[in-house]
């Protein structure tokens, strides 16, 4: 920034330059975005396939284990792992979805047989999204199972 003789400021060459830079980086993160957007379901498979290991390993190891504990852990990363990413590829119904299952394990070192039966529909319905995409009827379908779930 320059200053005139009126005490006015404008913007110099360089910070011109700079913007034009920012705007460029700018567009390339969109572009790459868009790129990572088409790769998307396939992240979402990976993700439910860990989500689905997860939960037999919670079904695997009696609560008050370490085993089991460690499922817990295991089960909110890929949550939280989802909900962070979805709605950045289009996907607001599974971030809609695993929010609220993120928080119901939270903390958690153990998860009872109800919450595993959720995140048992929860695996289904981000298997079917990442299959066939997002639509009305998955979307009416993560809201209905996010109504079903205890407070956390």
Known sequence: MIADQEGQTALAEDDLEL???????IAAAEAAI???AEDYPSMLTQDADLL????ARLRLHAPGTD?????????FGV???????????GYEAAT????????CVRGKREVDPQMMDYL??????????????VSPESDEAAHALVKQLPAA
Not at 19 to 25: G, I, R, T
Not at 52 to 55: L, N, P, S, V
């Open 79 to 89: 949550l939280h792992d989802i909900k962070g990413q979805a709605a950045s590829f």
């Open 96 to 103: 809609a979805l695993c929010d609220p299952l993120c928080e």
């Open 67 to 75: 085993e089991h504990a460690a499922a817990c852990v295991d089960t």
């Open 19 to 25: 913007d034009d830079e920012l705007l460029a980086a």
């Open 34 to 36: 868009g790129e990572m």
């Open 120 to 133: 048992d529909a929860a695996f289904e319905l981000l298997t079917h999204m990442a299959v066939h995409g």
């Open 52 to 55: 689905k290991a997860a939960i």
